[in-house]
């Protein structure tokens, strides 16, 4: 079992970055897959980005790539997303999550723990 928590949410002006932390507890952290998800008033839960075990293989939506980045560190436990050249679309409750599965996932049903989310506000 893993437990998620993020941190480094903030209100940020447009054009500006932010970097989201994930850490999760656990001995078999680097067992999974990992996913960042949004979501934002109104709207549903949306796929941001994924990464695998190993960390060699990502995926991004179409509206962050060349944006963010996300990655990891197995020996820390944690989850990362580098997030550039934000935009006010950008606005939402960020969540980590993970996954037993063997390869990334865009697929909310997919990843079997999440985190509580951090808010991220970008104001224009």
């Known amino acids: 079992q893993v437990k998620l928590v993020e941190s480094g949410g903030g209100m940020v002006q447009a ?74 679309e950008d606005t939402a409750v960020y969540y980590c999550a993970a996954t037993s599965s063997t390869y990334t996932s865009r697929s909310y049903g997919d990843y079997d723990y999440w985190g509580q989310g951090t808010q991220v506000t970008v104001s224009s």
């Open 15 to 88: 054009g500006g970055s932010l970097r989201l932390v994930c850490a999760a507890s656990g001995r078999t952290f680097s067992s999974y897959a990992l996913g960042w998800f949004r979501q934002a008033p109104g709207k549903e839960r949306e796929f941001v980005a994924a990464l695998s075990r190993s960390g060699l293989s990502t995926g991004y939506a179409d509206s962050v790539k060349g944006r963010f980045t996300i990655s990891r560190d197995n020996a820390k436990n944690t989850l990362y997303l580098q997030m550039n050249s934000l935009k006010p």
